[in-house]
């Protein structure tokens, strides 16, 4: 079937099955691999992107009912590479990645919980981001989204 959407301020028709998660459609049909697969359940947080402004688990996120919406992913949250995100400049200024695979679903979900909750507190992110990192570098991430806080 044939949808229509904008993808980081680009408008794309695209064919896809319409069984197909959204994930899917962002990293094989329009190439963008910045989205990540981890769990494909909607626990971990690595596929995170913006529909119409709202976060959402992009692997089970059936791509049909992306029809007619605005998508946003990693490769769009920063203006242009020499004005990045408060959050991405947070990120490179505490060093946050370790194998880096989850780090781009954090910060869309960072990004995001700053958005609603400007000023948040460690408990605020903790309990506002629920993505999960293998290589434990939420001591970090907690870090980073206190700085971004005050950088932005
Ligand atoms: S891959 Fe989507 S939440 Fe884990
Ligand atoms: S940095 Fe390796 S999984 Fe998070």
Request: some cysteine.
């Amino acid at each position: 079937m044939k949808i229509n959407l904008t993808i980081n301020n680009q408008e794309k028709v695209v064919d896809i099955d319409p069984d197909m998660p959204l994930l899917w459609l962002i990293r094989d049909v329009v190439k963008l691999k910045g989205t990540k697969f981890g769990c494909g359940m909607a626990l971990c947080g690595a596929c995170s992107l913006y529909v119409d402004g709202e976060l959402v688990r992009s692997c089970s996120y059936p791509a049909k009912m992306a029809d007619g919406k605005r998508i946003t992913t990693i490769e769009g949250l920063s203006e242009n590479e020499s004005h990045l995100h408060p959050v991405q400049q947070a990120w490179l200024d505490i060093q946050v990645p370790q194998c880096g695979y989850c780090q781009p679903g954090f910060i869309m979900a960072a990004a995001k919980l700053l958005e609603q909750n400007p000023n948040p507190s460690v408990e605020d992110i903790k309990n506002g981001i629920t993505n999960i990192c293998r290589c434990g570098t939420h001591p970090r991430i907690i870090k980073a989204i206190i700085h971004a806080s005050k950088i932005k």
